[in-house]
């Protein structure tokens, strides 16, 4: 059974950053696609950047040039690097696996952005 686990939220004024990480087990990383969502309180769960296998990102707009996915293979690790942070970025912010049919999520991670 596939397992992954998120860290670095936490709490952060506008303006600052955090770092995500995403750890996962049980799968050899370099061959899916992987992902972070967020759902903010009443709001539906939102696509936030992902990383193919070769290594191509896709952003949502509201993030571009703020946020950068990334992936170390070697150390089963995606990552989030978040800057510029925003009210508007707090969230819960979930790992997510694609292996074929099947998707794998995190517990997820509280972001919240506030001064």
């Known amino acids: 059974q596939v397992h992954l686990v998120e860290s670095g939220g936490g709490l952060v004024q506008p303006g600052g950053s955090l770092r995500l990480s995403c750890t996962a087990s049980?799968?050899?990383?370099?061959?899916?696609?992987m992902a972070w969502y967020r759902q903010a309180p009443g709001k539906q769960r939102e696509l936030v950047a992902d990383?193919?296998?070769?290594?191509?990102?896709n952003y949502v707009d509201s993030v571009k040039d703020r946020f950068t996915i990334s992936r170390d293979n070697a150390e089963s690790t995606m990552y989030l690097q978040m800057r510029s942070l925003r009210p508007e970025d707090t969230a819960v912010y979930y790992c997510?696996?694609?292996?074929?049919?099947?998707?794998?999520w995190g517990q997820g991670t509280q972001v919240t952005v506030s001064s």
């Open positions: 997510n696996l694609k292996a074929g049919d099947t998707d794998y």
């Open positions: 049980k799968i050899i990383l370099r061959f899916y696609a």
């Open positions: 990383i193919i296998s070769s290594g191509r990102t």
